[in-house]
Antibody, heavy 118, light 108 residues
């Protein structure tokens, strides 16, 4: 079945780095653009970054620009989010999601929690 | 950046009642790029509506979306027990995606 599984979350100190992964299965990963979306505890949804199906274009929210890098390996059906210079306000559940019809977020993973704390 | 404002913040209704949720944009949004999501506690969001009015796969027809320009609406014609959740609108434009702050539909 169609599935996205995030991993790599955990507790990290401010200023440190973390890399999240999102493993895709059940669909042709290389045909889909992919997003990262996050949700701080008790808060709403915030779009983080998007990458085109072939990696040719990448866009970021202003809040993470210059600190986070989205990438993908279509041979491994895996999406990544490299997070550097982490701040307390980056604490959130991070979801990966496919770019669906009309640029909507179609298929979602279950999320991975990132906590930035000393 | 386009800001989406959802109202009300909380909607208290009984099963069987009609729910009307509003999403207002700070500037005009292409109807093609307005979507609605449902999120239950501890779960990932689920796409309900895309293109302002098209239901996603498997979404019951009691969910409908409408609107254009800066004003969009999600309507749940008759609330079922499983519909009590938080709902978010979302727009895409100029290589940026934004969400509204959410409306919680709770049992009265």
């Amino acid at each position: 079945q169609v599935q996205l599984v995030e991993s790599g979350g955990g507790v990290v100190q401010p200023g440190r780095s973390l890399r999240l992964s999102c493993a895709a299965s059940g669909f042709t990963f290389s045909s889909y653009g992919m997003h990262w979306v996050r949700q701080a505890p008790g808060k709403g949804l915030e779009w983080v970054a998007v990458i085109w199906y072939d990696g040719s274009n990448k866009y970021y929210a202003d809040s993470v620009k210059g600190r986070f890098t989205i990438s993908r390996d279509n041979s491994k059906n895996t999406l990544y989010l490299q997070m550097n210079s982490l701040r307390a306000e980056d604490t959130a559940v991070y979801y990966c999601a496919t770019v669906g019809a009309n640029a909507a977020f179609d298929i979602w993973g279950q999320g991975t929690m990132v906590t930035v704390s000393s | 950046e386009i800001v989406l404002t959802q109202s009300p913040g909380t909607l208290s209704l009984s099963p069987g009642e009609r729910a009307t949720l509003s999403c207002r944009a700070s500037q005009s949004v292409s109807s093609s790029y307005l979507a609605w999501y449902q999120q239950k506690p501890g779960q990932a969001p689920r796409l309900l509506i895309y293109g302002a009015s098209s239901r996603a796969t498997g979404i019951p027809d009691r969910f409908s979306g409408s609107g254009s320009g800066t004003d969009f609406t999600l309507t749940i014609s008759r609330l079922e027990p499983e519909d009590f959740a938080v709902y978010y609108c979302q727009q895409y434009g100029s290589s940026s995606w934004t969400f509204g702050q959410g409306t919680k539909v709770e049992i009265k």
